[in-house]
Antibody, heavy 115, light 110 residues
Framework: QVQLVESGGGVVQPGRSLRLSCAAS????????MHWVRQAPGKGLEWLAF????????YYADSVKGRFTISRDNSESTLFLEMKSPKPEDTAVYYC????????WGQGTRVTVSS | QSALTQPASVSGSPGQSITMSCTGT?????????VSWYQQHPGKAPKLMIY???KRPSRVSNRFSGSKSGNTASLTISGLQAEDEADYYC??????????FGGGTKLTVL
């Protein structure tokens, strides 16, 4: 079955970079576009970024454009989210999601931005 | 891009049907048939319930159905069950090549 396992979360100081990873299995990763979605504590879902199956196309939410970078390694079936200069308001659970239609979700990795 | 508008809460009794709405604009819900609905239980990851307005993943009960009229999409749950109590979110693709979520609706099964 489809498995998406996020890692790389934790406590990070404002302005320090952080890279999240998502290991995918159980489906043809290099045929699937992918998303990152986050959920701040007690809040709703926020779409962050999209990457096409071959990695050639990326879209970003205005809230993270220029600060976050989505990428993928199809040879390793892994999705990444590079977070540069995170702010306290980036504190959230970050979900890796497969397919254009958000078909499968990982369990999330928690990121806390605090000094 | 503003969030889609969902009612904060809806409720119903077991066995009843409920419908919740998701209102967007002509830049998202009104233009594309890429509306999805998700169920999220406390402390759990969201789960896709409906995609492309009306399509249902095979693992999802046929008690769940979706529809759309103009800028408003709707999720209907028939034969309400206790385990349906959860938060529900909608999302839509937009003309800016981004996606937007709704603020979520808390469903209470009385």
């Amino acid at each position: 079955q489809v498995q998406l396992v996020e890692s790389g979360g934790g406590v990070v100081q404002p302005g320090r970079s952080l890279r999240l990873s998502c290991a995918a299995s159980g489906f043809t990763f290099d045929s699937s576009s992918m998303h990152w979605v986050r959920q701040a504590p007690g809040k709703g879902l926020e779409w962050l970024a999209f990457i096409s199956s071959d990695g050639s196309t990326q879209y970003y939410a205005d809230s993270v454009k220029g600060r976050f970078t989505i990428s993928r390694d199809n040879s390793e079936s892994t999705l990444f989210l590079e977070m540069k200069s995170p702010k306290p308001e980036d504190t959230a659970v970050y979900y890796c999601v497969s397919e254009w239609s958000f078909g499968h979700w990982g369990q999330g990795t928690r990121v806390t931005v605090s000094s | 891009q503003s969030a889609l508008t969902q009612p904060a809460s809806v409720s119903g009794s077991p066995g009843q049907s409920i419908t919740m709405s998701c209102t967007g604009t002509s830049s998202d819900v009104g233009t594309f048939n890429y509306v999805s609905w998700y169920q999220q239980h406390p402390g759990k990851a969201p789960k896709l319930m409906i995609y492309d307005v009306i399509k249902r993943p095979s693992r999802v009960s046929n008690r769940f159905s979706g529809s759309k009229s103009g800028n408003t999409a709707s999720l209907t749950i028939s034969g309400l069950q206790a385990e349906d109590e959860a938060d529900y979110y909608c999302s839509s693709y937009t003309t800016s090549s981004t996606w937007v979520f709704g603020g979520g609706t808390k469903l209470t099964v009385l």
